[in-house]
RNA sequence: CGGGAUGUAGCGCAGCCCGGUAGCGCGCUUCGUUCGGGACGAAGAAGUCGCCGGUUCAAAUCCGGCCAUCCCGACCA
């Protein structure tokens, strides 16, 4: 493509709407355009990456035997009540309503709409397995979209749905998948680790996320160097020290007038906080319930949440406490409590003399031992895990980093065949529902994933496998008749051998080029000025290092050649 | 939804407090000079000042309402 044809609207200066790296360098380089909050027009570099990752992701789920189809977008409201999912999903459920006035919803993901097709045309369990995937446009009406293609409301899937007759096969097919999607990440370039995820409310048996490693990612995930790793909000916290070989003291109560947070307790106290144990109330659904965890710790609200089966967790309210458990905000205390079931974190267990609240304003206990003090409705694990916690495989310290989650995989089980009355018939003739699962690729969100891991000061850093072209050829004496028709045959040249080749033929300065291609980032760059043409070279520079070498004319197809060999090799060692 | 901010030419911004002529930089068009890291000069095109209403002789500017966008939080099967 010639630069001087091709519609790459470049910007100088930063976009007043873009925060972090992948959507500011996106708009400048001209891949991106806002139309509204969270929706995006993809301009042709963009489009070319998509491509390439698409291609990535078809070749790699073809070869373990997907089947490529493509459903609807629009679905009917009806089809969202047979799942149950019309009322749980929530607000986050794009919905319209067409002139008759019959409701439908924007798919925020398929497995109503597959699961369908599945009901209808898969019988038997001679057609099981099967694993059918698309790519195509979501919508979820995001609470707050953020960070450009990150987070939009309008974005590129790839869902992929298997079936199977029972939960070997499913997990035979997740451990594919899950081969598949180490692959395909490590195909596009990327630094990516899978991660232990939270099933939540999707239900299920096992779930991983591919996390791209950035600093700016979103999600913040534990791992140890043994191979575990996990979600934050997942992470298993295995025992902290505790001083479990203190002799039980009386209880005792003190006056601790107007302290209530735990900074403020067990300072005027003199202890440290983790002698404390905090009592969280919370309201779920109807119910109210006391959480017990220690003072040094964050409460992990998913745990809660899935322990207690309960999608709507909400911390209770001031006059709720009163009301409820009698007691008052800030000295809300476990003793002699029985009015609502109480749980305490695991690592409670065996601390002894801690300090508590007492339900009454301004004062608190000394010398709380729970199991002697406290009725437990039950002890889990509720914290939330921090840098430096012990891996609950291995023991060891783990450490946490930041990452961008793009993709996920699930083992679904039977939830939507049995909701969706989806059944085969096994070999003794009865209907028996899917084992399914479900695997998300965010193709959009991977683009922007690679630039926040590959871009420095100067723009976008492509890895050569999604890079919108192989090589940018830089024209740096568009007047000079004899340079001009020497690139014009280069740029034939690579051509012919099928190397992507974008031509700067602009008439423009050197340096506005070079800051144009070091925006763009695509990995190889020839440059052709006069000093060198003379002396019958040209300069290659490599994007990613800067580095920069000479070559002669007649070497340039040799050396192009070698080097994006040489940059696909890098990238292929770390494919497993 | 709670908190904060912004809306003026394609982009980035000033002007608003203290009402009266809409401005700067980049980009765009034309001409000339320049030509290896975002050149210089000259000429030019381009704006319902987010929208609606109010106050006023007069509103980008003051007042009210609405809308949109961004950031923090809640949320993210």
Sequence with gaps: MRFSQAFIPTLKEKPAEAEIPSHTLMIRSGMLRKLGSGIYSYLPLAKKVINYIETIVREELNAIG???????VLHPRELWEMSGRWNVYGPELMRLTDRHDREFALGPTHEEVITLIAKYDIKSYKQLPINLYQIQTKFRDEIRPRFGVMRSREFIMKDAYSFHKDKKSLKKTYDDMYKAYSRIFARCGLKSVAVE??????????????MVLAETGESEVLHCKCGYAANLENAKITALDCNEHEEMKQLEKVSTPDRKSVEEV??????????????????????????????????NPVKVANFLQCVNLEFATEDEIAEFTKSTAGFVGPVGKKNIKIYADLNLKGTKNMITGVDEKDYHYRNVNLERDVHIDAWQDFIQAENGDKCPRCGKAMSSFRGIEVGQIFQLGDKYSTAMEATYDAENGSAVPYQMGCYGIGITRTMAASIEQFHDKDGIIWPISISPYDVELINLSPSDEDITEFCDNVYELLQDEFIDVLYDDRDEKAGFKFKDADLIGIPIHIIVGKKNFENEMVEIKIRKTGEKTT?????????????????YEEIDKNVT
């Excluded at 997907?66 to 609807?72: T, V």
């Excluded at 995820?197 to 591919?210: K, N, Q, Y």
């Excluded at 005027?268 to 906080?273: A, D, E, K, R, S």
């Excluded at 144990?277 to 109807?286: F, L, M, N, R």
């Design 66 to 72: 997907c089947q490529e189809i493509l459903m609807p």
């Design 197 to 210: 995820a939270d099933v939540g409310a999707i239900g299920g048996s096992s779930s991983h996320e591919f």
């Design 266 to 299: 067990s300072a005027f106290l003199g202890v440290l906080p983790k002698k404390l144990i905090k009592t969280i109330v919370y309201k779920a659904g109807d119910n109210f319930v006391a959480i017990l965890i220690r003072g040094d710790r964050e409460i």
């Design 551 to 567: 070559c002669a004319f007649d070497d340039i197809l040799n050396k192009i050649s070698s080097l994006i060999d040489t940059l």
